[in-house]
């Protein structure tokens, strides 16, 4: 399995250490706007490969050394000169860059699933969807996955329940708009009580990558864990029921724009979309995500241009 790496920054790096450690791939390339950043860290990462129970080629390089990869992990991003309030606020810093890598890469690796890390993740997973002319199941964004994650550990911690045991699933953007769909959180079979501070915890959850950012200057480990997940389910169709970033036709009276809703992943991508039954209130709340998401990709503009 052939997997490339654009972006070597913190998450970019943390998600190829992560892959290296798996040995789900047997060929990293890593991708970067200097080429020489990416010929070092991947002469690095070699160096690791000694320790594995198997041999995987690691290598730094150029568009042309992704052909026929099997799985494209996307982290780069333009930093901002100034701190951001929201996600959404790098949409038009970010598009430039998606302009730049998504079509060469979609030409190079026509057959990949794109996973889409950099950030607004909703709004460039659907930029890379439509700027790359691919079948959108190969297109997914971590999006909430991490914040659900997030959410079901607060969860087992007051519980006392073991957090896999859990099934709890943070819907719509990966951003402000985002929403606990607690008329679907079982544990065991039985329904979680939508209890006060349950709300609570979610509002922790749903503030922790900022908590993070503000102590270290970045969130690494958690994204690279989730990106990883996304890529096991992937490389070893697994078809795990996940809760991430896909392109949505007709989901909850939403269309034409990628939000988080749970989904089969496998090999082929989204492999099946689900429709978990939300309770009105739910159902307008995701409505008010996806026009919140839209706004956003309208202000864009052309974005072919």
Known sequence: MKVTIVGCGNVGMAISHALLLSEIADDIVL?????QRAVGEAIDLQDA??????????????????????LVIMTLSDK???????????????LPVMRKWI???????????????????????????????????????????IDSARWRLLLSLDLNIHPSDIRAYIFGEHGSTQFPATSL???GG???DDLPRYEQLFQKASVAAFEIYNRKGNTSFGIASATMTIADSVLRDTNRTLPVSVVL???????????????????????RMLYPKLSDGEVSKFQASAAH?????????????
């Open 80 to 94: 901002p000169k100034e701190p951001l309030l929201d996600r959404n606020d790098m949409a038009a810093l970010n």
């Open 103 to 145: 079509p060469r890469l979609a030409k190079a690796c026509p057959k990949a699933v794109f996973v889409m890390v950099s950030n607004p993740v909703d709004i460039m997973t659907w930029l890379a969807w439509k700027l790359s002319g691919l079948p959108a199941r190969q297109f997914i964004g971590t999006g909430t996955l």
């Open 190 to 192: 039985q329904k979680i």
């Open 249 to 271: 036709e007709d989901h909850y009276g939403v269309s034409n724009v990628c939000l988080s809703v749970p989904v089969i992943v496998g090999r082929g991508g989204v492999e």
């Open 49 to 70: 490969v000694a320790f594995c129970s198997k041999w995987i080629r690691v290598r730094g390089g150029d568009i042309e050394d992704a052909v026929d990869s099997d």
């Open 293 to 305: 998401v839209r706004a956003v990709i309208d202000s864009l503009g052309n974005i072919e241009s």
């Open 185 to 187: 959180s079982v544990t």
């Open 31 to 35: 991708l970067n706007r200097t080429k």
